[in-house]
């Protein structure tokens, strides 16, 4: 089945400087990419995902790159804000043993601080 | 208001007594799944529902079950809890499955079993 890694697990970034998240994967045949965004107490909330006929895609200050290729993708947060401060999780949509039902699998998390 | 509704937040029970987390939905979806997120491990699938009465085993199905019995309740079954049950749990849920539209998860059930 699919593997997804993702790094680093903490990361810490100072108010205004860019944060970026780099997951891989190993399905070839995955075709979907999230990414969600989890704040003290709260479920995971989508932030933005990618398919895999695009290498990148773009919603104000945050950004995703994928590389088919070489099987990862990233997630890029610019001018961070505190408000950024969360656990950050990115998934990959694989088929179920070649049928056609599909289910996410998602990396370990990243927890951002944006310090001050 | 669109929501994923669980409940109770916080469950606190004994190993082997019956419990039942209750997951709702008001936006009409089609797909609901369970996961559990243990520090270290992400999150992981427990059971999914493509539909009302269709319900199917995730990653780690041991210990649980599910029922879809109308559109909108997919509730979460430990029959004999256990310690290694310990975890946070979310619902959540799709118009119509993984990727054709976004998961929309709810605030999750902190279980803690003694």
């Known amino acids: 089945g699919e593997n997804v890694e993702q790094h680093p697990s903490t990361l810490s970034v100072q108010e205004g400087d860019s944060a970026v998240i780099k997951c891989t994967y190993s399905?070839?045949?995955?075709?979907?990419f999230p990414w969600y965004k989890q704040e003290l107490g709260k479920g995971p909330q989508l932030i933005i995902d990618i398919r895999s006929n695009v290498g990148e895609k773009k919603d104000q200050r945050i950004a995703v790159t994928l590389n088919k290729t070489a099987k990862h993708f990233s997630l890029h947060i610019t001018e961070t804000q505190p408000e950024d401060s969360a656990v950050y999780f990115c998934?990959?949509?694989?088929?179920?043993?070649?049928?056609?039902?599909?289910?996410?699998?998602f990396g370990t998390g990243t927890r951002l601080q944006v310090t001050l | 208001e669109a929501q994923v509704t669980q409940n109770p937040r916080y469950l606190i029970t004994v190993t082997g007594k019956k419990l039942t987390v209750t997951c709702s939905q008001n936006m009409n979806h089609e797909y609901m799944s369970w996961y559990r997120q243990d520090p270290g491990l992400g999150l992981r699938q427990i059971y999914y529902s493509m539909n009302v009465e269709v319900t199917d085993k995730g990653d780690v199905p041991e210990g649980y079950k599910v029922s879809r019995k109308e559109k909108r309740n997919f509730p979460l079954i430990l029959e004999s809890p256990s310690p290694n049950q310990t975890s946070l749990y979310f619902c959540a849920s799709s118009f119509r499955g993984i990727g054709n539209s976004p998961l929309h998860f709810g605030n999750g059930t902190r279980l803690t079993v003694t």
């Open positions: 399905d070839s045949a995955s075709n979907y």
């Open positions: 998934a990959a949509r694989g088929l179920i043993n070649t049928g056609t039902a599909s289910k996410l699998t």
